[in-house]
């Protein structure tokens, strides 16, 4: 029993890595598309999206939060991780939500959780910069957030095919 718990808790820290190292990979490749500012894929979600139906939202949460800090730390500074922490919590609270309802795919799961990190951000700035106008960012963020969903998603689903063929 202490070598499967021993043994997960290894992975977890792998996988926790794994995030970091999609983060600074993130942060090194130019804006997606340099008239919206902030735009990225999300390239540590593929993890968190495997950890979510993989295991569960407890893992998937506690090594969201390390990855959060780490970067902030690393790469940004407290609004980065205010923003960044908004998103994340909203995300995987939707993400959760609907894997428990077990209607919907892991992309479409996904999907939800991009739309939903961009609105948590979103609702922070609105907070921030004290103006609501803001809010319209939403409409470009749900297309982004909605095609990086689906890459993420899908990308998320190999994951979870190829890694659920190995003893964890």
Known sequence: MRNKKTK??????LCTAVTLILAYVEALLPPLWAAVPGIKMGLPNIMLLFL?????????????????????LLFGNIMTLAYSFAGAVLSLAVMNLLKRIDRF?????????????????????????????????????????????ILIGLAGYLVLKYLKQKEI
């Not at 139906?53 to 780490?70: G, N």
């Open 8 to 13: 997960k808790l290894a992975f977890l820290g």
């Open 105 to 149: 795919s892991m992309v479409a799961v996904s999907i939800m959780g991009g739309i939903f990190h961009n609105l948590g951000q979103v609702l922070v700035a609105i907070l921030v910069l004290e103006t609501a106008e803001i809010g319209y960012y939403m409409i470009v963020l749900t297309v982004t957030g909605t095609i990086a969903g």
């Open 52 to 72: 979510l139906y993989r295991f569960s939202v407890k893992e998937a949460a506690a090594v969201s939060l390390v990855r959060l800090f780490a970067v902030a």
